[in-house]
């Protein structure tokens, strides 16, 4: 009984060691997603396209070409985005809906994806299909990334809530992060 237990306690050492990487990988994946969450969505929303659709009935702009959308620090672009508004006395944004090689950027950090939703009423902003996440040199990539504004946690997961394995690497989520390098070395 004792020598079992004896050689049970590496394998315990082991899924612990593991256990705590699988953690700290984690959360170096975390602190990257969250990073650009850290946003007023409540600043001013300025925009420029090759063209622009007002349609005042559907209460929503249309914008398409090169568009373009800034607030503070934080950038959208794609190919065509719809926002939606109401109009109850002043303009207020609801929601804006971009299609086509989507890139939102802040500072040194990078979000793409094939689709993306800014949901200002939320403020959460969720992209989907072959999400890729920069910061730096770390990366994360997966099927979907929920950012949300309020709480600044970001998540990704391995599907983009299509069809089974839509994204990337088949379901799952992988990335790299950087290891900061010893000051000194001993031989």
Not at 37 to 53: C, F
Not at 119 to 125: E, M, S, T
């Amino acid at each position: 009984m004792i020598q079992t237990i004896r050689q049970a306690r590496p394998l315990r050492r082991a899924a612990i060691g593991f256990a705590v990487s699988a953690a700290l990988i984690a959360g170096a994946q975390h602190l990257a997603a969250q990073a650009i969450a850290s946003h007023n969505s409540n600043a001013p929303v300025n925009y420029a396209a090759d063209r622009i659709e007002l349609q005042d009935k559907q209460k929503r702009v249309v914008l398409s070409g090169n568009v373009d959308i800034t607030q503070e620090a934080l950038r959208m672009r794609a190919a065509r985005t719809t926002v939606a508004y109401t109009d109850t006395g002043d303009l207020k944004i609801q929601r804006i809906d971009a299609t086509g090689g989507v890139v939102v950027t802040r500072n040194d950090e990078r979000a793409s994806g094939d689709v993306a939703v800014y949901d200002f009423n939320r403020k959460i902003i969720t992209m989907v299909g072959n999400v890729a996440l920069r910061r730096g040199t770390d990366t994360l990539n997966g099927g979907r990334l929920v950012i949300d504004l309020n709480t600044g946690i970001s998540s990704v997961d391995g599907h983009s809530g299509g069809a089974s394995g839509a994204g990337t690497g088949g379901g799952r989520v992988s990335g790299s992060f950087s290891v900061p390098k010893s000051g000194t070395s001993k031989p």
